[in-house]
């Protein structure tokens, strides 16, 4: 199976919060790993948040920084280029959607994937008017 992680899905593989073991299975589950590119900012740009907020110690930032790069390589990465970047256009003319939101939404129609997880309910909601199956892990 195909499975298309966003960013608030992913980062649960990596910080310990409500949903952590569902991403960790689905992981390990899937046969082809999809994320967007824009993913490794953003999941570092949380992690950074956390270390700033004193809430992630600056070993276990690299840690965990340096394991999403690695794992990122072992992943397919859907390229945010104008193709997608049309389709994220398109989905922001359609609902109330972030802009962020609007191109893994695109990055995961445009790779035709089998599943696509997300911490984010109204996300998911707009997937699946979009004719593909996911599925919310944790909490928005």
């Known amino acids: 199976m195909r499975v298309y992680f966003d960013s608030s899905a992913l980062a649960k593989k990596y910080i310990e919060e409500p949903g952590m073991d569902e991403v960790k299975d689905k992981c390990g589950q899937a046969e082809e790993v999809l994320v967007s590119g ?7 740009s949380a992690f950074c948040r956390l270390r ?25 990465v859907i ?7 049309a389709e994220a ?3 922001l003319e ?16 445009h790779a035709q994937c089998d599943l696509f997880v997300s911490a984010d309910k ?7 008017s ?6 919310w892990v944790g909490r928005s």
């Open 89 to 91: 256009v398109a989905c």
């Open 79 to 85: 390229d945010p280029g104008f193709e997608v970047l």
């Open 94 to 109: 359609k609902t109330a959607l972030r802009t962020l939101d609007a191109i893994h939404a695109a990055s995961a129609r």
């Open 122 to 128: 109204r996300q998911c909601e707009f997937v699946r």
């Open 130 to 135: 979009l004719g593909m199956k996911a599925e």
């Open 38 to 44: 824009i993913c490794l900012p953003e999941i570092v």
């Open 52 to 76: 700033r907020e004193g809430r992630m110690p600056e070993a276990i930032y690299r840690r965990l920084r340096d394991e999403l790069a690695m794992d990122l390589t072992q992943a397919t």
